[in-house]
């Protein structure tokens, strides 16, 4: 037998080599290391493997975004977005890698990237429009339009609107847009009318944001809080918030005699998901609120790191992020409160319209 035969036979065979590669690499090469060419084919194969993991591995620490929505997990990289603030509550900037500390179940992370740029935002606005919000819609729309004018160009907007339905406020051929013309349609689409379906709304929200490329989503949502006519509960909402990486700004507009108001439901969306939660006395302040709320995305910070705490403990993990910095005094942090690991992701399906309430 020729020795081109005698490789071919050793490729052939049935004896494996397993390789030993980085934690996302796990491969096995069919190789019967019988002679010194089958040795040196198996070598060269091994060595040709080793350098594109490393280069994948460079690749992906390196091609982190420069501001994710918050959380995401890329090749074991945790990557979240913060907003930090001073005592007088006004943004800080300027801040660099050394100004912070990350904390994942109140243990030290080691900071791997770290930037502070603008980059595109996929952002539903998420539109109350029942009974309640008749004489209050002017100025949710033209708050609606200036944030979208406050925008990124490259940013991917969507408007969802509900009363006991919820719909999309753009045509189903587009998913989303960065024309004004477009979103104004979409925000004047509907009455308003009828019940409260909050709940179903953010569901259908944080679903839509799946569709979008960009790493970084946010929702700006506009209701009391109130919520008499969902399919989903609070603690499905909830869950499916912490599983998403998206930010949620509520803004409260309440109505003295309605009944089903519920602030705490909006803080609790915001806390949970690094946003805020905003109480105007009057829905003239929309307006402002949401040129802040543009600032504040446009103002992050975006931090990764490699998790100390071994992948095989999934579950949630807690969240800590805490920056300091001599010349601007106390500083607080804004960003979620923690995450999932994705193989403790819930399955499709798994929040599902179940029980009200």
Known sequence: MTKRNASEAYLKSGTCLTVSAPIWMNCRIGLALRDSLGFILALV????????????????SRSIPSGNYTIRMNSNLVVLSAT???????????LGKDDFRVYEDHVLQEIKDFSHDDVPVAVGLVIDNSASMGQKRADVIAAALSFAHSSNALDQMFVVNFNEHVTYGLPPEIPFTDRR????????????????ALYDAVVSALDHLKQSK????????????????????????IEMAKHSSAIIYAIGIF??????????VLRRFAKETGGEAFFPESSKEILS?????ARDIRSQYTLAYVPTIS???????????????????????????GYFLPSA????????HDSHK
């Open 45 to 60: 194969l091994l060595m040709s493997l080793s350098r594109v993991a490393l280069s994948q591995d460079s690749v992906s």
């Open 84 to 94: 930090v603030v001073d005592r007088h509550n006004a943004l800080v900037s300027g």
């Open 181 to 196: 013309d477009q979103l104004q349609v979409a925000l004047s689409a509907i009455k308003t009318a009828g019940e409260t």
């Open 214 to 237: 960009c790493d970084k989503k946010v929702l700006i949502l506009i209701s009391d809080g109130g919520d008499n006519a969902s399919q989903h509960s609070l603690a499905q909402v």
């Open 255 to 264: 109505d003295e005699q309605d009944g089903d108001q519920n602030p705490g």
């Open 289 to 293: 609120i949401c040129d802040g709320i």
């Open 311 to 337: 992948n095989q403990d999934t579950g949630y993990r807690v969240v800590d992020v805490r920056a300091s910095a001599q010349a601007h005094g106390h500083l607080t942090v804004r960003t979620r409160a």
């Open 345 to 352: 992701s819930p399955q499709p399906g798994a929040i599902g």
